[in-house]
């Protein structure tokens, strides 16, 4: 029996989710508002979202705004929510799309902008402009999987997966609804078929569902075993002067937390390093004090950072001249500063004011 699209929209009209980007029934999505909640949703809670989505739509109501913005504050009041790399992409895709007058209403052309992939491009398609294509996010790989019972682990599974899920949008109502459709399709993941104890008998596809009749729904999707997350090794330093600055220095543009400020330090290595190896890293030659260790989990690798603290009366003109800018403590919320120099800062904050 094929999932009946007509008992997804059914369930999804009663239940649906109430989201500040969604639009209200009958009414047409943003396709702004759409976009900047995709990109911010890439391995980000719903709950960690909404905050900064609000705050972006206060600081940049139009994507024009956006595109406007210096880069330094689009940094900041992204910094908290990771992976910067979304927040360089979101600001040059902003100006490709004010360039050019608006969003392009299909696939291929919001696969042409910066920063969209093949997913968020199919989400901008169904959810703004009413293409009739499947998004195919976490809930929706978790729903296709165990309405097909497709056993086979992700990673390697992913397109099969995707294949079975373009299937799902083909009847009548789904054709004329793909908006409505591709919101049920995720709020059904999120609400109902669950990573863990998903809620089989209030689902509007439990009959269909090969997953439930094999016993078998909530061990899919299958993953492959979990590789050991590298570990990396650092130092950085913060320093501080008379008047209470913080001495920062901004990253490459290229490279992990791109652009983005932080205290000096050195490179982050495999092995850990010694006291005496660092000092020569540090910004000024002052009393420096080991003031803590911070880890930091990052996608790839997890990161421990020695952080020092020291305190001079005034900082010397060459660490201006070598791209090193004070900045008060209190003006630290204001500025493109990752959530890993802000733990570093926090660790040693109480060392060196001392």
Known sequence: MPPSSAALLRWYDRHRRTLPWRAMPGRTADPYHVWLSEIMLQQTTVAAVIPYYHRFLELFPTVGDLARAESD????????????????????????????????????????????????????????????????????????????????????????????????????????????FAQALFDLGAGICTPRQPACALCPWRDPCAGLRQGIAASLPAKAPRVARPVRHGAHFLLTDAAGHILLRRRPEKGLLGGMLELPGTEWRATPWSETEVLPFAPARAGWRKAGRVSHVFTHFTLHVDVYAAHVAHFPNAMAQAGGMAVAHADLDTLALPSLMRKCVDAAWPEAVA
């Open 73 to 180: 504050t689009v940094m900041a009041a992204w910094a908290g929510l990771g992976y910067y790399a979304r927040a360089r992409n979101l600001h040059a895709c902003s100006k490709a799309v004010a360039a050019t007058g608006g969003f392009p209403r299909d696939v291929a052309g919001l696969l042409a902008l910066p920063g969209v992939g093949t997913y968020t491009a199919a989400a901008i398609a169904a959810i703004a402009f009413g293409q009739p294509v499947v998004p195919v996010d976490g809930n929706v790989e978790r729903v296709t999987s165990r309405l097909f019972a497709l056993t086979d682990p992700l990673p390697g599974s992913r397109k099969a997966i995707a294949r079975h899920a373009a299937t799902l949008n083909e009847s009548a109502e789904a054709q004329a609804r793909p908006s409505d």
